[in-house]
């Protein structure tokens, strides 16, 4: 039942995208073709669950010790030690993906490093570490939370490419109307407020 | 120093300068041990590349536009690395470029010319008759299929900038309903032309200035109730300047398979003086499409 509601809750209503405002340069980036979208989205799951399995281990086992019968707090230095984390565990894996799958790697191209220092997977390491999930339930919540953000965008991604053959004013070509869809986006999203 | 759990209560904490020291210890520790991770699996599980194809790549446009029936620059790299394709495949280079490619590979560099798009019609919207009022989407593949397009001509540009879109050097400008190609833009990939429904597009050599626009194949008669500008297939170009236009059917085109000093020069198009416009110098066609110039 936890992890029930920890999947609906990092999918639907906490959505990364919609509700917690968190990734928003990838999904006005990115969101022109499906295509792209896709390769994105693909990334974003694939790096968010890793990062959060590995921050969550980090955080929860060794930040935390006694010296001396001295208790030593270093929770200060989450932010700092997930972004070192995550950057060169991405890193890791793109020297990896490289040697043994390169078609992975291929599809995945250039979104892998760019979302390195994105703030959907930082976002997804300090609310773990926040929540105080266990390292399982970090995993859980950090792979749903990529379905969420892939869900957003590419349903934004199919809105947009849509909307290039629409005819709106002058004024809303572009990216005005993207924003404005964004929102309508969100306002839907809302709607799942209170469902867990 | 044993480590507790970040959910277990804190007891004694530890003074702050113990903790700052932690700190340092922590982070520099976990940046050495996981830069040590990264050499030693950089190392070991190393991708060799040619170097060859990073430096065809290098030498290379760029603009990925797939032009040359390849994926990408990238792939057209590792082609022409491999033998598969000639540097004069990739339309976008500059005959320096080609060369500078095919003596990094030390390779016989092929003569091949540089070509652009052109759009034959220049039935805009002061010069051709309007059958019916189109509100859908603006997009020429949807425009067509509304009983044969918006324009009563049904062989001529829709103007709906389906090109425009598709063109990744942004020399399509649409201009009252019609594409007008910059050719100054214009590296004649040919993506425009699978863009375009009616088919109006074409490569031509970049040194002919002097083209045809108008691409129907109807009766001149035909023509002239749906376009003032279309080619009536007079053949007053085939006598003026002989040798440089064929009149095939109802339509003139040029011989673009002359050599390039052969083509016809702006001063012909004047010379042949075209009853109807649709033979112009591509300077003229600027002018009057830019409505600088009536015609």
């Not at chain 2, 022409?80 to 470029?97: I, L, W």
């Not at chain 2, 008759?129 to 989407?137: E, I, P, R």
Request: proline share 4%; charged share 15%; glycine share 10%.
């Amino acid at each position: 039942m936890k992890y029930l509601e920890l999947t609906i809750g990092a999918i639907l209503v906490y959505n990364f995208v919609l509700s917690r405002f968190l990734g928003i340069c990838p999904f006005l980036g990115v969101s022109k073709r499906i295509g792209t979208a896709m390769g994105m989205s693909g990334a974003v799951i694939f790096v968010m669950t890793l990062a959060s399995a590995a921050t969550a281990a980090v955080y929860r086992n060794f930040l935390r010790f006694s010296v001396n019968g001295r208790t030593v707090d270093l929770g200060f230095l989450q932010v700092l030690l997930f972004i070192l984390i995550i950057a060169s565990l991405v890193q890791l894996i793109e020297i990896m993906l490289q040697k043994l799958s390169p078609k992975l790697y291929q599809a995945l191209g250039i979104y892998l490093p760019l979302i390195t220092t994105n703030c959907a997977v930082l976002g997804a390491a300090t609310i773990n570490a926040k929540e105080n999930h266990t390292v399982l339930e970090a995993t859980i919540f950090g792979c749903c939370s990529g379905i969420g953000f892939a869900l957003a965008l590419l349903l934004f991604a199919s809105l947009r490419e849509r909307l290039e053959l629409a005819n709106p004013p002058k004024a809303f070509q572009g990216t005005p109307i993207a924003l404005v869809t964004a929102g309508i986006l969100a306002m839907a999203f809302a709607g799942f407020a209170g469902l867990c | 120093m044993n480590l507790i759990s970040a959910a277990a209560p804190l007891s004694v904490p530890a003074s702050g300068a113990e903790i700052l020291l932690w700190a340092g210890v922590v982070m520099a520790s976990l940046g050495v041990v996981l830069g040590a991770v990264i050499g030693i699996f950089a190392k070991y599980f190393r991708v060799r590349s040619d170097a060859r194809v990073e430096l065809i790549l290098e030498l290379l446009p760029g603009a990925n536009c797939g032009g040359c029936g390849q994926a990408g620059c990238a792939d057209f790299a590792k082609s022409v690395v491999e033998g598969r394709n000639a540097p004069s495949k990739c339309p976008v280079s500059s005959r320096e470029q080609k060369s500078a490619i095919a003596r990094a590979l030390g390779i016989e560099e092929e003569a091949g010319f540089q070509r652009r798009a052109l759009v034959r019609c220049g039935g805009d919207l002061h010069h051709s008759a309007w059958l019916l009022n189109y509100n859908g989407v603006l997009d020429c593949a949807s425009a067509a299929l509304v009983s044969g397009g918006p324009k009563g001509c049904s062989y001529g540009c829709l103007g709906m900038g389906n090109c425009a879109r598709k063109c990744p050097f942004g020399a399509i400008e649409i201009v009252d309903h019609i594409a007008l190609v910059h050719p100054e833009l214009c590296v004649g990939c040919g993506l425009c032309i699978a863009a375009c429904p009616r088919h109006c597009i074409a490569l031509v050599p970049a040194a002919a200035t002097t083209h045809v626009y108008c691409n129907s194949p109807e009766k001149g008669i035909d023509k002239r109730k749906n376009c003032q500008v279309g080619c009536i297939g007079c053949r007053k170009c085939e006598r003026t300047v002989p040798g440089k236009f064929t009149v095939e059917g109802n339509l003139a085109r040029v011989n673009y398979e002359l050599a390039p000093e052969e083509l016809p020069t702006d001063a012909d198009a004047v010379a042949v003086k075209c009853p109807t416009h649709a033979l112009l110098s591509e300077q003229a066609h600027f002018r009057i499409e830019q409505n600088e110039e009536i015609r």
